[in-house]
């Protein structure tokens, strides 16, 4: 066989493929947002596959009426915006130090800082340690547990590492401190590995569900995905629907929890095309240079 029919077979295969892992992919988001504009007949009958049948916008009526949803969302960009500002704030002044090669004791710096990739205190002592801290039931409970991310402080030192030295020498010629010249040399250089890594923090926190299980009971500080959970175990659905004097007909649990999620998935469907010429680019570089 020719040399290019192996290529064109080779390129044939990865179309496949990679058509089969998106309709994968997509195709239950598709299913969701087709039974959030689907009637409660339609539901319960099962007829709803990829398009939605006997279109309603009930469901989301519902989900914006409610006061308790765009509060969640609220703070749950503020808290996205806050965590995301002081992870990369602490990265950024944990990768530079890290990335001297002339740092004592850098080794076991950075032997401390893999183990934490594969061994943890545990979930409970972490819950007590939060209680005695007096952290519970507040916004810093779900900002400091994963302020620094051991990965990504990695990449961005990876990162670092690969900037020539010799632009920090002339800085440090010029009278520029080590802050200075991280602020005014490195940084400007590191964009594309910056808004990466901001961008990996802010979805992971946007994700964010097991540690606001864990530390927050109070309502006003519920994020937005502690909500989402409580509508999709159905508990805040049937209570919704009972306050707002909704018969099941008229929208049912099934139709307001695809809306939930959908409403819950927008901003970052939002935020991605913007920033997703970033990855390939910071995550690639930050991983071959140095």
Known sequence: MSEKRVNRLFDISNIVLISLAVIVCIAPFIHIIAISFSSSRSIMSGKVTLFPMEITFEAYKRVFGDTSMLRSLAYTIFLT???????????????????KSNLRWKSLFMLIIVITMFFSGGMIPEYLLIRDLGLINTTWSLVLPNLISPFYLIILITFFKGIPDSLEEAAEIDGSNHFRTLWSVILPLSSPVLATLSLFYAVNRWNGFQDTLMYITKPELYPLQLKLYQIVSNAQASDLLRSEGVGMFEVMP?????????????????????????????TMVGAVKG
Do not use: D
Request: a positive charge; proline letters at 6%; one cysteine or more.
């Open 254 to 282: 099934e139709g307001l929890k695809a809306a939930s999620v959908i409403f819950a998935t927008i901003p970052i469907l939002l935020v991605y095309p913007w920033l997703q010429r970033y990855f390939v680019n910071g």
């Open 81 to 99: 915006l806050l965590t995301t500002a002081c992870s990369m704030l602490m990265t950024m002044m944990a990768a530079y130090p890290l990335a």
